[in-house]
């Protein structure tokens, strides 16, 4: 199985702050990586698929980059409503896995 | 518009079998590319995937939970079916069936629309 491995596991940020969330994979994923927001118990959002393509409706201040085996999410200008927890996932090959999530918490 | 919603028993005993259904609309599970994939996530923890099923009927699960699983469809009814056997407390978790976005296998895809989840507690 592709080992996801997340960093940092928690994030304290202000508003208006930029923050990068890192996903290393155990081993090459080309570009098959998506990032996904969680709030409150809800079920997760796609933010960005393919490492670097922004899901329809999402805000521009999310973006995301690499291939291989390490991607960074960088969130731009944080506002209230981006403090959630982030989980990348490799959609490279089955199984499937995520990332143990980045805990994004406000300052 | 692409909608999924998970629907079963709320309470499990240990040893009993999971069965879930996820009811769906907006597409088929006839056309060529698409998937519907379950994933959990326990209490406080993180998201873990169990498993999908392709329009072709192939069916691929988690390297872990794969003795216990079967997924099935009913491509007439827009269903798909989770068994899980052998339930046990650590399988208390919140159940959400996703759609398989993207083209055919090896291209890009990812999980979305994801249904509402549903929590299923294991307890004697």
């Known amino acids: 199985d592709i080992q996801m491995t997340q960093s940092p596991s928690s994030l304290s940020a202000s508003i208006g702050d930029s923050v990068t969330i890192t996903c290393r994979a155990s081993?090459?994923?080309?570009?098959?990586l998506n990032w996904y927001q969680q709030k409150g118990g809800k079920a997760p959002k796609v933010l960005i698929y393919?490492?670097?393509s922004l899901e329809g409706g999402v805000s521009s201040r999310f973006s995301g980059s690499g291939s291989g085996t390490d991607f960074t999410l960088t969130i731009f200008s944080l506002q209230p409503e981006d403090f959630a927890t982030y989980y990348c996932?490799?959609?490279?090959?089955?199984?499937?896995?995520f990332g143990q999530g980045t805990r994004l918490e406000i300052k | 518009q692409i909608t999924l919603k998970e629907s079963g028993p709320t309470l499990v005993k240990p040893t009993q079998t999971l069965t879930l259904t996820c009811t769906f609309s907006?597409?088929?599970?006839?056309?060529?590319?698409?998937?519907v994939g379950w994933i959990r996530q326990p209490p406080g923890k993180a998201l873990e995937w169990l498993g999908i099923?392709?329009?072709?009927?192939?069916?691929r699960y988690s390297s872990s939970l794969q003795s216990r699983l079967t997924i099935t469809k009913d491509t007439s009814k827009n269903q798909v079916v989770l068994s899980m056997t052998n339930m046990d407390p650590v399988d208390t978790a919140s159940y959400y069936c996703?759609?398989?976005?993207?083209?055919?296998?090896?291209?890009?895809?990812?999980?979305?629309?994801w249904g509402q989840g549903i929590l299923v507690t294991v307890s004697s």
């Open positions: 996703v759609y398989r976005q993207g083209g055919v296998r090896g291209d890009t895809n990812w999980f979305d629309p």
């Open positions: 907006g597409f088929s599970l006839s056309t060529s590319g698409v998937g």
């Open positions: 099923i392709y329009w072709d009927d192939e069916e």
């Open positions: 081993q090459s994923i080309s570009s098959h």
């Open positions: 393919g490492a670097s």
């Open positions: 996932q490799q959609s490279y090959s089955t199984p499937i896995t």
